[in-house]
């Protein structure tokens, strides 16, 4: 029997969503989108939300059931980018989840920021889990998509 997978992200105009779903079919894993308790609606309404949560330390909250974790070996984590680090909705996702020991495969996708911040953030959020090939999706590392692929491809086989 193969092992479980589940594609969990999150996406707000679709560039996080490609990726997640070109993972679900080529790793034959569920898909599930994570949504805000209250929507982002447009960019401006989105910025201006997320400075003020990050000025007064505020969490979004998930609108999406919390999945059953115990049910998957690989956990692919995907979002976009904001204020450098993980929307605080899909933070809250995260540790509701309760991944316990399993691998996260977390990527992003942003302007130009770095996933640094955000890697650091789910090791505090998953601290019994193994985090392996992080992948940040944007203008500039586009071209190397492929060869992580195939890098994700020796290791679940
Ligand atoms: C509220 C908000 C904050 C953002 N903050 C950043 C940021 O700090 N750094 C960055 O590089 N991009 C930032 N972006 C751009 C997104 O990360 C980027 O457009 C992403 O690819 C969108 O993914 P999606 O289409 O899956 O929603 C931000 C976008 C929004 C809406």
Known sequence: MGRKRVVLYASRTG???????????????????VFPHKEYRSFA????????EKATNEQATSGTEFCDSSDYEIIFLGFPIWAGDVPTYFQDHILNSEFGGTTIVPFATSA??????????????????????????????????????????SFLA
């Open 15 to 33: 560039t996080t969503q490609k990726i997640a779903q070109d993972l679900a079919n080529r790793f034959e894993a569920d898909l599930i989108k």
């Open 45 to 52: 309404n989105a910025i201006m939300r997320v400075a003020k």
């Open 112 to 153: 130009f920021s770095s996933m640094a911040n955000s890697i650091r953030t789910i090791k505090q959020l998953c601290p019994g889990s193994r985090i392996m090939y992080p992948f940040l999706y944007n203008r500039k590392t586009a071209n190397q998509y492929p060869g992580w692929l195939y890098k994700l491809k």
